[in-house]
């Protein structure tokens, strides 16, 4: 048993060493640090902010306050939570993951499988089934803010070039827009009736969408509070770029099609044919849960697998 922890152990170092190397800068985290500066002008509105999110914390349930304590980064996953533009809650998503995991545990265990591989399995698919439809929720959302924010950014310049101040033409989009455009900035609209300033406003939606091509926008107001100029001119230059970024990520997206589909069909194949003969022939396949060599191969050949998914999705991965 020893042995096969050994090269467990040296497998996820030699990943995690992989993984450094070719991770590269945080592009996040650049965006983080341009954005300081901006953000520390307005340490007023900040302070604001945080009195505002003490008081909607004080809102949690029982649950949410319960579960808030189990899961890592609480603050974290309310913020992925909230991305989603749905209702809920940290309580919400731990109680599916307990149920998830219950119930994938005693599926597993009625199946025949080992008590440590049923719980690891479990708490896998617990965990991380959760996250994966959270993801796909505010990809999905993103999207369809992205691709129609250029048009929201020209329905601005329409409002400001006859005359309507920022603030008027942010709650007629607001009203005008359907979708997530017309919930954030509606959102927007909302708080600066009750006293918040444009900027706060703009930043704590900036940081909730996660969105590069929001930040773009509120640098963009922000810098012409503070030097001036033709904001509606400045605007449709921004809505200009902003439809040529996203022609360019389609087009990337079309070149690397290719690649991740044979990627996705490669890299799934020998999972559908160990859970259709594990399903078939439980006794022929359950060897690998008892031959430590078996074990040992096939934690060998899943951590290469990884290391090849990783490295092919860096190359397919473009920063515009």
């Given at each position: 048993m020893?042995?096969?922890?050994?090269?467990?152990?040296g497998?996820s170092?030699v990943?995690?060493?992989?993984?450094?190397?070719f991770?590269?800068?945080s592009?996040?985290?650049?965006?983080?640090?341009?954005?300081?500066?901006?953000r520390?002008?307005?340490a007023?509105?900040?302070?604001?902010?945080?009195?505002?999110?003490?008081?909607?914390?004080?809102?949690d349930?029982?649950?949410?306050?319960?579960?808030?304590r189990?899961?890592p980064?609480r603050?974290?996953?309310?913020?992925r939570?909230a991305?989603?533009?749905k209702?809920?809650?940290?309580?919400?998503?731990?109680m599916?993951?307990?149920?998830?995991?219950?119930?994938?545990?005693?599926?597993?265990?009625l199946?025949g499988?080992?008590?440590?591989?049923?719980?690891?399995?479990s708490?896998?698919i617990?965990?991380g089934l959760?996250?994966?439809?959270v993801?796909?929720?505010?990809?999905r959302?993103?999207?369809?803010?992205?691709?129609?924010f250029p048009d929201a950014?020209?329905l601005?310049?329409?409002?400001l070039?006859?005359?309507?101040?920022?603030?008027?033409?942010i709650g007629?989009?607001?009203?005008?827009?359907?979708?997530?455009?017309?919930?954030?900035?509606r959102?927007?609209?909302d708080?600066?009736?009750?006293?918040?300033?444009?900027?706060?406003?703009?930043?704590?939606t900036?940081?909730?969408?996660?969105?590069?091509?929001?930040?773009?926008?509120?640098i963009?107001?922000?810098?012409?509070?503070?030097?001036?100029?033709?904001?509606?001119?400045?605007?449709?230059?921004l809505?200009?770029?902003?439809?040529k970024?996203a022609?360019?990520?389609?087009k990337?997206?079309?070149?690397?099609?290719?690649?991740?589909?044979?990627?996705?069909?490669?890299g799934?194949?020998?999972f559908?044919?160990?859970?259709?003969?594990?399903f078939?022939?439980?006794?022929y396949?359950?060897?690998?849960?008892?031959?430590?060599?078996?074990m040992?191969t096939g934690?060998?050949?899943?951590?290469?697998?990884?290391?090849?998914a990783?490295?092919?999705a860096?190359m397919?991965?473009?920063e515009?």
């Open positions: 020893l042995p096969l922890l050994l090269l467990m152990l497998c170092l990943l995690a060493i992989g993984v450094m190397a991770s590269g800068p592009t996040s985290r650049i965006q983080a640090r341009r954005l300081a500066g901006l520390n002008r307005h007023a509105d900040v302070i604001v902010t945080g009195q505002t999110r003490g008081i909607s914390n004080t809102r349930t029982k649950m949410d306050i319960a579960f808030g189990i899961l980064n603050a974290l996953l309310a913020k939570l991305m989603t533009g209702d809920w809650t940290v309580g919400q998503y731990g599916t993951t307990a149920g998830l995991t219950v119930v994938i545990l005693l599926v597993t265990l199946r499988l080992p008590v440590l591989m049923a719980l690891m399995m708490l896998a617990g965990a959760p996250h994966l439809v993801a796909k929720v505010i990809g959302r993103v999207g369809k803010f992205t691709a129609r950014i020209e601005l310049v329409r409002g070039r006859s005359g309507l101040p920022i603030s008027e033409t007629v989009v607001g009203a005008e827009v359907d979708g997530a455009i017309g919930e954030e900035f959102a927007i609209a708080k600066m009736k009750i006293g918040r300033t444009m900027d706060a406003a703009l930043q704590e900036a940081d909730r969408l996660g969105t590069p091509e929001f930040q773009f926008f509120v963009t107001i922000a810098i012409q509070r503070e030097t001036g100029g033709n904001l509606a001119e400045t605007l449709a230059n809505a200009d770029v902003l439809r970024r022609q360019m990520k389609l990337i997206r079309a070149m690397s099609s290719e690649s991740k589909a044979s990627a996705y069909i490669i799934s194949l020998p559908i044919v160990f859970g259709l003969i594990w078939i022939n439980p006794l396949i359950g060897k690998f849960f008892v031959d430590e060599r078996l040992v934690m060998g050949g899943m951590m290469w697998m990884s290391i090849g990783f490295i092919m860096k397919i991965s473009f515009i």
